[in-house]
């Protein structure tokens, strides 16, 4: 007999990336309160939970995630009578709310910070990363900021550098220090009293780097065609072995607490991203998977990624896929839009947590920023690789009204051209739309355990089509993707009895009798007689 799954396996997570999400004072920027008018939205989308990209106070240097106080709101977003009142009416409608929460860095105008650059005698000295300067006077060492030029930067005051991952306006704290940790874990409490229903932990492979402060070797794999950032391999700098125990402690605590979820935000290879299950899975109960994000959008490349992430899941760890995020280029522009819809079914329909990137739902593409409004600090550090992110920060477009219904004012970013179209509104009334498609296979995988808790199973992939089944308690449904652009004939799947659900929405209940024709990019969810 199935152990009754957790919340935040059957469920489903839908990321808000608040500045752009539903705006309600007229500034521009999206806010809480925003957030809250949209909630029967959320709800009627079928969704479980919400994750909101940070909402803290802060310089917005890296829009939120330079954090000068973790345990307010910042006014641009509300206060936190709002953000109380967004928890209790999420939680009024059976929402979860997940915040993020960004341990690896503060700002550089958190008070521990200017604190720490005071003296080399502060109190607060050791909760920042600081060294002395290199022989020749210049940095440390050789290790480079994932936003360009160096990771350390000069501190006249004292005399000496601090590390930073990212930008100079994020100083990495220093999470040797066992006040840095009880100080965090306080902050963790701070929201959890509060009710919120977990945390979504910024870039944990960055949150501790090498004792000895060696260089890095050079990245084999570089040339001039890539980013500097990527000239040397983060050897000395990401998912260090000490990572693993600091989890461990955030999910002692989180554990304290009833039903709530740690999902970890790390880049990494499949086989070092399972490490971050934790020893005796005692780390976070999500370690992000990204690796259909790069993936090539091939059935062969993609059975062997599912297969192997499959393979690689240590006994008992829960699977998650992801799409689309605040980082990175968006679905409907890396596949277009026919094979994006396919790219839904598969999302949902794979063993494991679905994360959706707000906007997706309705397919949004990424948005061209004309150079006088880009915002983003890493495109505009590191020119030239279309680096920038603003392109897929574009603010919800909600309907036909001015600025599509997101914003009295001008939107802190431009709305997509083809807003008066592409908007929630016009899709609620076409019943052959992305969102459509997004409300069925959201409410398939709730209605089916076969899909929300089932097994998975591949079948042999032919040609263009992935296919796989899941299957649970006698349950079985089959899943047919075309990932290809020609017309497709599968012979018929075992058992198949009718379409449930079809990417173009024009089938759904057709009986299969003979072989099944595929059209070009479209997925279908298949019944299947029910086993012995
Ligand atoms: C990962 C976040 O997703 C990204 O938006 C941010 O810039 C970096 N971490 C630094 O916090
Ligand atoms: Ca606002």
Not at 13 to 36: E, K, T
Not at 189 to 202: C, E, K, M, S, T
Not at 447 to 452: G, I, K, Q, T, W
Not at 470 to 499: Q, S
Request: aromatic share 10%; net charge negative.
């Amino acid at each position: 007999m199935r152990s009754v799954a957790a919340w935040w396996q059957t469920g489903v997570i839908y990321q808000i990336y608040p500045r752009s999400f539903q705006d309600s004072n007229g500034d521009g920027i999206g806010d809480l309160p925003g957030v809250l008018a949209r909630l029967d939205y959320l709800s009627g989308l079928g969704i479980d939970a919400i994750w909101l990209s940070p909402i803290y106070p802060s310089p917005m240097a890296d829009f939120g995630y330079d954090v000068s106080d973790y345990t307010g709101i910042d006014p641009i977003f509300g206060h936190l009578a709002d953000f109380e009142r967004l928890v209790a009416e999420a939680h009024r409608r059976s929402l979860k709310v997940i915040l993020d929460f960004v341990p690896n860095h503060t700002s550089d105008r958190h008070p521990w910070f200017l604190e720490s650059r005071r003296s080399r005698t502060s109190p607060k000295r050791d909760w920042f990363v600081w060294r002395d300067p290199g022989l020749d006077g210049g940095p440390p060492n050789n290790w480079l900021s994932e936003f360009g030029g160096p990771a350390w930067t000069f501190d006249p005051t004292t005399g000496q550098y601090y590390y930073h991952a990212y930008l100079a306006a994020q100083p990495d704290l220093n999470w040797r220090n066992a006040d840095v940790r009880a100080a965090m874990h306080d902050v963790m409490r701070f929201w959890l009293d509060r009710g919120v229903d977990g945390f979504r932990i910024d870039t944990v492979h960055h949150l501790v780097e090498d004792a000895a402060f060696r260089g890095n070797p050079p990245n084999p794999a570089w040339h001039p065609g890539l980013p500097p950032t990527l000239a040397l391999e983060r050897r000395h700098t990401i998912d260090q072995p000490e990572v693993h125990e600091i989890l461990a402690g955030f999910r002692r605590l989180a554990d304290a607490y009833d039903a709530r979820v740690l999902i970890g935000e790390a880049y990494l290879p499949l086989d070092r991203l399972m490490a971050y299950y934790g020893a005796e899975l005692a780390g976070v109960q999500l370690p992000f998977n990204f690796h259909l994000i790069g993936a090539v959008w091939r059935a062969p490349v993609l059975a062997e990624l599912i297969r192997r992430y499959e393979a690689l899941l240590p006994a008992g760890a829960w699977p998650n896929w992801v799409l689309g995020n605040h980082d990175r280029s968006r679905v409907a522009s890396r596949l277009g839009p026919a094979q994006a819809r396919a790219a839904a079914m598969l999302l949902l329909s794979l063993r494991g947590t679905p994360t959706l990137y707000y906007g997706d739902e309705i397919g949004l593409s990424d948005v061209p920023i004309p150079p006088e409004r880009v915002q983003d600090p890493w495109g505009k550090n590191v020119p030239g690789f279309g680096l920038g992110r603003d392109p897929v920060r574009t603010p919800m477009p909600w309907d036909g009204t001015v600025n599509a219904g997101f914003s009295a004012g001008e939107p802190w970013l431009p709305l997509n051209p083809d807003w008066p179209t592409r908007n929630i509104a016009a899709q609620e009334r076409e019943p052959g739309s992305m969102l459509a498609l997004y409300r069925k296979l959201i409410a398939l995988r709730r209605s089916e355990p076969a899909l929300s808790v089932g097994d998975y199973g591949a079948i042999e992939a032919e040609g263009s089509a992935l296919r796989y089944e899941r299957v649970a308690e006698g349950a079985r449904v089959e899943i047919c993707l075309n990932l290809g652009d020609e017309p497709i004939e599968l012979v018929r799947p075992r058992d198949a009895t009718h379409i449930v659900l079809s990417t173009f929405l024009d089938r759904n209940g057709e009986s299969v009798a003979g072989p099944l024709r595929l059209r070009p990019a479209e997925g279908v969810v298949l019944a299947c007689a029910r086993q012995p």
